[in-house]
Nanobody, 124 residues
Framework: QVQLVESGGGLVQPGGSLKLSCTYS????????IGWFRQAPGKEREGVSC????????NYLDSVKGRFILSRYSARNIAFLQMSGLKPEDTAVYYC?????????????????WGQGTQVTVSS
């Protein structure tokens, strides 16, 4: 049974940092991608970052480049999203998801399973 669980969200002031974790299990294939998405109230879900299978090429949403870093430790079945320089517009529910693909995609409908999400609020 596939499971993904996010943690690490919370309330942070503008300019602050948070580190989100995604622990996962039960993937039926060895080649998979892990994606981080977010959804703010009244907005569509958008892809934030993704790590591809194998050597783990990384993709980032333009608005988070230079501020967010995704890392994955396959042997431990965990991925992190280190977020720094947070802005109010980063406020959203953040989700991790997986897909039985080799290369990253930002299209949420191509992902197979999702975690329950963790709230990130950036406010003074």
């Amino acid at each position: 049974q596939v499971q993904l669980v996010e943690s690490g969200g919370g309330l942070v002031q503008p300019g602050g940092s948070l580190k989100l974790s995604c622990t996962y299990s039960g993937f039926p294939v060895d080649a998979y991608i892990i994606g981080w998405f977010r959804q703010a109230p009244g907005k569509e879900r958008e892809g934030v970052s993704c790590v591809s299978a194998g050597e783990g090429g990384l993709n980032y949403l333009d608005s988070v480049k230079g501020r967010f870093i995704l890392s994955r430790y396959s042997a431990r079945n965990i991925a992190f999203l280190q977020m720094s320089g947070l802005k109010p517009e980063d406020t959203a529910v953040y989700y991790c998801a997986w897909a039985r693909r080799t290369f990253c995609t930002q299209h949420s409908y191509l992902y197979d399973d999702w975690g329950q999400g963790t709230q990130v609020t950036v406010s003074s």
